[in-house]
């Protein structure tokens, strides 16, 4: 059974760091792009950073740039993304999925992780 399993969420303070994990069972992630999403309470999901397959293109959207940083561990059939200086408005449910494209988009991937839920919060 292929499927993609979000960790690391959990309540952090503004300007603390959180980790986020996404790892792979029933396939192995290195043929595919990785993308992380997230999604805030009424508001559409949006994509926050992808990572080409093998990992040497990387890209993470503006309104982020700076605070957040994908990686992979293909040995560890794993990616990341690494959360910095967080503000209460990355407050969400990320996601992450793959699939055969390096894109933001959400039409891009195949595969979904049930997501993990993020408050940035005092």
């Known amino acids: 059974q292929l499927q993609l399993v979000e960790s690391g969420g959990g309540l952090v303070h503004p300007g603390g760091s959180l980790r986020l994990s996404c790892a792979a069972s029933g396939f192995t992630l290195d043929w595919y792009a990785i993308g992380w999403f997230r999604q805030a309470p009424g508001k559409g999901r949006e994509g926050v950073a992808c990572?080409?397959?093998?990992?040497?293109?990387?890209h993470v959207v503006d309104a982020v740039k700076g605070r957040f940083t994908i990686s992979r561990d293909d040995a560890q059939n794993t990616a990341y993304l690494q959360i910095d200086n967080a503000k209460p408005e990355d407050t969400a449910v990320y996601y992450c999925?793959?699939?055969?494209?390096?894109?933001?988009?959400?039409?891009?991937?195949?595969?979904w992780g049930q997501g993990t839920q993020v408050t940035v919060s005092s």
């Open positions: 999925a793959a699939g055969e494209h390096f894109s933001t988009m959400t039409q891009a991937y195949d595969y």
């Open positions: 990572i080409s397959s093998g990992g040497k293109n990387t």
